[in-house]
């Protein structure tokens, strides 16, 4: 959530990044009033509580007929006391409710539009010119079937639409690109974390998932448990309602984790394959630090992912993608997008957010820096998703005869295999 005395002095930045999402502006408005009243009817109780205490003190030392009339005024206080009590509690409840429907401040060089609205800053790698080279490049679910990797057809029959396996290379091949991943964020700093997929309300909602992207969430009604989407949100909640020392930041962690997404809003997309599925396996990068450190570790995250990329051969682009296609918590977003060879375009492999302190003032997550207790700042990045990754390795990396080349940085996880080679043709 913003901070409210942000809002009670630059209520017009408010409105504009409301504005630039896309969302509601009225909102603002409504939650100043909520606000005041909270402060107001706070006042009143503060108030007559202390006429009551003053009143206490002086009904002993009255005479007969003053204390008659004292304790009279001391009924009607009463019952003026639990309505103000009333009053601010109802108050207190409005605000906290709107200001958690409320998305973080937009950062000032987001482009402003919509999901196509984005700007691109810069390009890597080298586009495959698969005609010079005399074929046509096959799909990832033609050749996941060829190297005996991918199997959706069964994992339909045993699941459901956007459910699949992996098999033989294709295990091998996600374990290796895990086991990739995490070396390379262990050897940048980052604490390996393995973190539950099964979360409690309150971390769901403290990160900011239960607001516009409730619709993609898994929910277990009998234990009141949700299914992650990533393990984002165990990581932003592993801190909760602590207060961290300054000199431990920054804390960076490495979380692997199963993700579940219902993928509500993607009917009749990408349903062929494994681009986008409803269970898939992600290693996430998780940063906590100081807030004026905030944008300098978004660009760290981005070149980690990069990083990565580049390690995995695969042309990409890096964009900044635009305030309507924000998050809730995302102040600003860049997304790292590879290309698709049988699709022509560029499609989203890594994803990196600023969230400053909107998801710990949620979470309660702050840091001591001296005498001063104040919300810390948190960031998120991909590091490797993996059906995804794989989609782009297998079509980028593909020889005519249907088999695939290895990345280097790969091999040594694939007991040093440099190709992988068709089981059936």
Not at 97 to 118: A, K, S, W
Not at 193 to 209: C, E, I, Y
Not at 244 to 263: H, M, Q, T
Not at 307 to 318: A, G, H, I, K, Y
């Amino acid at each position: 959530m913003i901070d409210l005395r942000l809002l009670r002095e630059d209520p017009d930045r408010v409105r504009a990044s409301q504005r630039a999402r896309g969302e509601d502006v009225a909102l603002v408005d409504s939650l100043l009033s909520a606000d005041e009243r909270r402060r107001s009817s706070g006042v009143r109780f503060d108030e007559l509580r202390a006429e009551q205490k003053q009143l206490g003190k002086l009904i002993p030392k009255a005479t007969a007929d003053e204390k008659a009339e004292l304790l009279k005024r001391a009924e009607q206080l009463k019952a003026d006391v639990k309505a103000a009590d009333a009053e601010r509690d109802a108050a207190d409840t409005e605000t906290q409710e709107l200001l958690l429907r409320l998305g973080n401040l937009v950062h000032p060089d987001v482009p402003v539009g919509g999901e196509e609205d984005f700007v691109t800053l810069e390009t890597h790698g080298t586009i495959r010119d698969f005609g010079a080279e005399g074929f046509d490049p096959k799909d990832h679910l033609e050749l996941g079937q060829l190297l005996g990797a991918i199997d959706v057809e069964r994992g339909a029959k045993v699941s459901g639409s956007r459910f699949y396996f992996l098999t033989g290379v294709g295990a091998l091949l996600e374990l290796a690109l895990v086991n990739a991943a995490m070396a390379q964020a262990t050897e940048a700093g980052f604490t390996p974390m393995l973190t539950p997929a099964l979360v409690r309300p309150q971390s769901m909602a403290g990160t900011g998932f239960l607001g516009q992207a409730a619709q993609d969430v898994y929910h277990l009604d009998k234990d009141d448990l949700y299914l992650v989407g990533t393990s984002e949100v165990a990581l932003a909640a592993y801190h909760m309602d602590e207060i961290i020392d300054a000199d431990k930041l920054p804390l960076r962690y490495a979380g692997f984790s199963p993700c579940f997404r219902r993928e509500a809003g993607s009917h009749g997309k990408d349903t062929r394959g494994i681009f986008r599925v409803h269970q898939f396996d992600k290693v996430e990068m998780f940063s906590y630090v100081d807030p004026e450190d905030s944008q300098a570790e978004h660009q760290r995250l981005l070149a980690w992912e990069k990083q990565w990329l580049t390690s995995l051969e695969l042309p990409f682009r890096v964009i900044d993608v635009a305030s309507g296609d924000l998050g809730s918590s995302a102040a600003r977003k860049f997304d790292c997008e590879a290309w698709i060879p049988t699709q022509g375009k560029y499609r989203e492999l890594t994803s990196t957010s600023d969230c400053t302190e909107y998801q710990s003032r949620r979470l309660s997550i702050r840091v001591r820096d001296g005498k001063q207790v104040k919300p810390l700042a948190t960031l998120n990045g991909t590091l490797c998703a993996v059906p995804r990754t794989i989609v782009a390795i297998l079509e980028n990396h593909q020889l005519a005869d249907g088999s695939v080349r290895i990345p280097e940085v790969l091999r040594p996880y694939l007991g040093g295999r440099e190709v992988l080679e068709p089981v059936a043709r």
